[in-house]
């Protein structure tokens, strides 16, 4: 039965790997053309070798990591989409070298140029190389190549005729294939407990092995002479293996204890887990035609023992729909007077536009130049923006809107019409955007009056620090505090003139930062930080991302069930605390609960700091709320983690605001840490790491791309699913894996015990009560198909879950699973299995005789018995499940049929010593009599038992169960803390309805 089980698993493994190997094989074997000798060749696309010029056409999928040389665009641009790589649908543009671009086709025949890069590596966004042109090129002569130079394999070539590509990476060398990883193996704690019931049950295999071998083997060697009848071989003949025959008697016997098909009954179960989340209709979001998917099919129970859940907020929380609402010009607020709330209904901001104030359009011509946004011509003539980011994107719109127009970029150009005048800016270098930087610049030159300007936006708190006078801001931080108050996103916009000195000088530095192979990324930021400073302030803007539906709601009824929220978001303090209230993360009465953990560097006080909040929250835990900042995290996590971690557990919830991915992931960390199960939950690339961090990964499919939805193990299409698939999907799983797990040890511990108990009536000689073909047949049929429907059960109805969240604590307090529910079935084998060769054996003893006077065999015995063991299997599941189905009653009453049918052929094969015994079993009453009153006598004890603690000790469920048949108030014998907490429930949703329903201003 093993080996079959391990073949099942092995061609579950081997038909998935084939699977993998077809789809490897057309890829591989995918046409692709390379320019070789001069000519286009057709090649398989495992024949691309490093160094060959590979040509791509429009559509077409890149085959391995190239460098642009030549474009169908005589400006060098090229459009790629990203989907296969991150999940953004939106263009990138790259550019080809200037020096690469004029060779054109014909020059790419001759060219000999030399490309020296990194080893492959799995950073798809840095490639830090150069290129020169010829092999013996001066130093000063090489050309920087980035990211900006390169297509990725997998990606698409979009909206370009053709481009020509110098293959750098191929086969599994290529950023995809570094990329690809075994995904984090995931232990369920469920699983981990399974794991040690197991090792537990192997002990106790042991040592029944050795006390009861070491026991026969003493009996046998006493009774020598006493049962000389037995014909024991004399001692002088007796082989150095003698004594190891009965223990290794008691092993077989005792094989049964560890459940073989276990695993393969979980496997089956967790599969089908999965199925049912995926098929489900309310995790559809129709509005995005997302379905929900699993992604893992092993860890569905784990979502019913949540603790604590961190979230992202932008695109998670919120839409990622950005609208430009407010902005803050010289000091100046627009957007937010009396009868205005939006800055495009400003009357006093339209009207300074109309007079072509220079403040103003320089503000809004800032926004259409410092961007990465593709302005797209449509058919009709009209203009649509596509962009990696939301937020600049709107900025853009937001421009267009107020007559500043972005209406074409490549890489060297970029031109606007002002107010309908047409101008035109040479782009001169881009100072790219980073989650340290958390800024990002242009220097681009006018091409009318040859002025070269910086222009940079980005955080408050970075660009400000860069300000040339630091005081002209401060009515504008008054502004951007009041913006984060609404929960608005900001972003800080200034700039200044660069004079062609400056310049030329900076430029040197650049392209030495540029074309280093080594620390690139470093040099180049501390080439950047020359440049951004002494900046004038142009004003803030503020953009407007509203909550999804549902999740204030959501968030409240999570909280109910027992789940502490974190939030981790890059926003600043306010904007974050603000967010924080709007969802119901924090109630707004507790702003003055809020317990700011604030300090220097290393500085001994920030412990001080932690110290002290964490005796205030000790005397009211639950009512503050911790929130701390990026830049104080990392010494926190470094230094004091123990003194946060413990902190953070007294709060009601945790912010923490302006942090980077990493420290996403290492908070997740640190909450696993304190074993804690946590469930992770983002939208974008920079989710990944605490997506994969911890216990549970849930990724949101939104406007950031596939990134965060693709690692993850879970993805909806909306946070508001969140509810249901942990309510219902994740305490089902965890319900039903508990009963499995417990009950396959249940029946497997219950066979071995009849068997151990036998023993003791045969002078512990290792005989088997049962004969083989039944032994075969108990866990394979008659115990082992019914068990897996049980997969169908549902305790309490969904509605009901969905109306009393706090049902969820059951899994959160391991009230399935534990070490009590474990010894209770362990003792309840142990009880019915002595009771069966008791009752067995008194009613069926020596003396008993069939009805046709012949004494009762052995065989005849045991199938008594067994039948019995049968009865009470199918009577366990029976009157376990609480939610029948057809497929239920069919496979739990068939499985009786199917019994004795199996029998009745089984004893007509003469061949066998069976021969005929069930019939003559089937012909006499008093069997039947006995299987009867054995199954009452040993399930009469355990159900009463159950009676006992229903009536007085019920759980939540069993409460809820008693209320969904009718009955409107609590067990009336029950005084548990189960029927209090119900009570108090109750209340409270009385209360929210009656909140909801009390008219304005009314308490």
């Known amino acids: 039965i093993g080996v079959r089980r391990t073949l099942h698993t092995e061609n579950h493994k081997a038909y998935d790997d084939w699977g993998r190997y077809q789809r490897d094989h057309r890829a591989n074997r995918r046409r692709v053309t390379v320019l070789r000798d001069g000519k286009r060749q057709q090649v398989m696309c495992k024949d691309v070798l490093v160094g060959d010029i590979v040509y791509v056409i429009q559509d077409e999928e890149i085959p391995s990591d190239l460098v642009v040389l030549v474009s169908s665009d005589p400006s060098g641009c090229l459009y790629l989409q990203t989907a296969n790589l991150d999940g953004e649908t939106d263009f990138k543009v790259r550019q080809c070298l200037p020096g690469t671009q004029q060779l054109g086709e014909r020059g790419l025949s001759n060219f000999n140029g030399v490309v020296e890069c990194a080893h492959p590596n799995p950073e798809i966004y840095k490639f830090e190389s150069c290129l020169r042109m010829s092999p013996d090129a001066d130093p000063g002569d090489y050309l920087a190549l980035t990211h900006n130079q390169t297509i990725l394999q997998a990606t698409h070539l979009k909206n370009t005729d053709w481009v020509y590509g110098l293959a750098v990476y191929t086969g599994n060398e290529t950023k995809v294939g570094m990329n690809k990883r075994d995904p984090p193996c995931k232990l369920t704690k469920a699983d981990t407990f399974i794991n ?57 016997l005792c094989s049964f204890m560890i459940p073989i098909s276990l695993k393969v009954t979980l496997d089956v179960v967790k599969l089908f887990y999965s199925k049912i989340i995926s098929w489900d209709l309310l ?95 449509n058919t009709d003539g009209s203009l649509s923006y596509r962009s990696s980011s ?86 504008t931080q008054e502004h951007l505090e009041l913006f984060a108050k609404l929960g608005l996103r900001t972003l800080v916009i200034a700039g200044r003139s660069v004079d062609s000195a400056e310049y030329e000088e900076w430029q040197a530095q650049f392209h030495e930062a540029n074309t280093a192979l080594d620390d690139r990324q470093g040099m180049l930021a501390a080439v950047y930080e020359t ?3 002494g900046l004038e302030l142009h004003g803030a803007t503020a953009i407007e991302d509203k909550l999804q539906e549902g999740v ?28 924080a209230i709007s969802c119901n993360l924090m109630p707004s009465s507790s702003e003055e609960h809020l317990l700011r953990v604030a300090g220097e560097g290393h500085d001994e006080s920030l412990g001080t700091c932690i110290r002290a909040h964490y005796k205030l929250a000790t005397q009211r835990p639950k009512e503050y709320t911790v929130i701390i900042e990026g830049h104080v995290l990392t010494p926190v996590l470094e230094h004091h983690k123990l003194a946060f971690s413990l902190l953070c557990r007294q709060a009601n919830a945790v912010i923490c605001c302006r942090v980077t991915p990493a420290q996403k992931a290492l908070v997740v960390s640190m909450v696993k840490e304190s074993g804690s199960m946590t469930l992770a939950i983002g939208d974008g690339g920079n989710d990944v790491s605490m997506i994969q961090e911890a216990h549970i990964g849930v990724g949101i ?26 309510l219902v999907h994740g305490r089902y799983s965890y319900h039903r894996t508990a009963f499995i797990a417990q009950y396959c040890f249940y029946k497997s511990l219950f066979i071995c015990m009849i068997q151990l108990a036998y023993s003791f009536m045969s002078n512990f000689s290792g005989v088997s009560f049962f004969n083989s073909f039944s032994l075969m047949t108990y866990n394979v049929i008659f115990t082992g198909l019914p068990v897996v429907f049980y997969a169908l059960d549902k305790d309490v109805s969904e509605e009901t879950v ?46 008993w005789s069939e009805a046709s006077g012949t004494p009762m065999d052995y065989d005849t015995v045991n199938m008594v018995g067994y039948t019995t063991v049968v009865m009470l299997q199918t009577l366990t599941i029976a009157y376990e499940t609480n939610y029948w189905t057809i497929y239920n009653h069919l496979v739990t009453w068939g499985v009786v049929v199917v019994f004795f049918l199996v029998y009745l052929i089984y004893t007509y094969l003469p061949s066998f010593a069976f021969y005929m015994v069930m019939i003559r079993l089937y012909r006499d009453p008093s069997f039947w009599l006995a299987v009867i009153d054995t199954t009452i006598a040993a399930q009469f004890p355990v159900l009463a038992m159950k009676y006992v603690d229903f009536q007085y000790f019920p759980q939540y469920h069993q409460i809820l169960q008693w209320m969904e048949h009718g009955y409107s108030s609590p067990l009336p014998r029950s005084n548990s803390k189960s029927s209090l907490l119900l009570e108090k429930e109750e209340r409270e949703k009385g209360t929210r309805t009656n909140e909801q329903q009390s008219p304005a201003g009314c308490a």
């Open 196 to 252: 040690q019931i197991a090792i537990f049950i192997f002990c106790f295999q042991l040592c029944i092995v050795v006390a009861f071998g070491l026991t026969g083997s003493l009996i046998k060697e006493g009774d020598r002479n006493d049962l000389w009848y037995l014909v024991f071989p004399d001692r002088e003949d007796d082989r150095w293996y003698e004594w190891s025959v009965i223990p290794l008697r008691f092993l077989l």
């Open 552 to 579: 204030p709601a959501t968030i409240r009824e999570l909280r109910d069930a027992g789940l502490v929220f974190w939030m981790l978001t890059g926003d600043k303090y306010a904007t974050a605390v603000q967010i």
């Open 390 to 475: 939301p937020d600049e994107e709107a900025l853009v719109r937001a421009a267009s809107k107020f007559g500043i127009e972005l209406v074409r970029r490549d890489m060297n150009t970029v031109e606007l019409t002002v107010c309908g005048v047409r101008e035109e800016y040479e782009r001169l270098q881009v100072l790219e955007f980073s989650s340290d930087r958390k800024r990002m610049s242009v220097l681009l030159r006018n091409s009318d009056t040859q002025e070269i300007r910086l222009y940079a936006k980005g955080a408050d708190d970075k660009i400000i620090a860069r300000l040339r006078d630091e005081e002209d801001a401060h009515t």
């Open 701 to 726: 499919v939104g406007k950031e791309g596939l990134q965060a939805a693709r690692a993850a193990d879970y993805s909806l299409g909306k946070f508001r699913y969140l509810k249901r698939l942990m």
């Open 283 to 377: 995790l559809y979001d129709a509005e995005g035609d997302i379905p929900a998917t699993a992604n893992s099919t092993a860890i569905s129970e784990d979502l019913g023992q949540i603790q604590f859940i961190l979230t992202d907020k932008t695109g998670t929380l919120t839409e990622n729909n950005m609208v430009f609402k407010k902005c803050s010009i010289q000091s100046t607020l627009y957007g937010h007077s009396v009868g205005v709330d939006d800055a495009h209904t400003d009357a006093n901001l339209q009207g300074r536009i109309e007079r072509n104030d220079p403040h103003i359009i320089d503000f809004f011509r800032v926004l259409a130049l410092c961007n990465t946004v593709v302005p797209i011509r």
């Open 531 to 533: 440049l951004e400073r």
């Open 802 to 847: 969905m109306a009393n969240p706090s049902i969820y604590r059951q899994g959160q307090k391991d009230k399935f699973l534990n070490v009590g529910t474990f010894s209770s079935w362990f003792f309840r084998a142990t009880f019915q299995a002595i009771a069966v060769i008791v009752f067995t054996l008194a009613i069926y003893g020596p003396k």
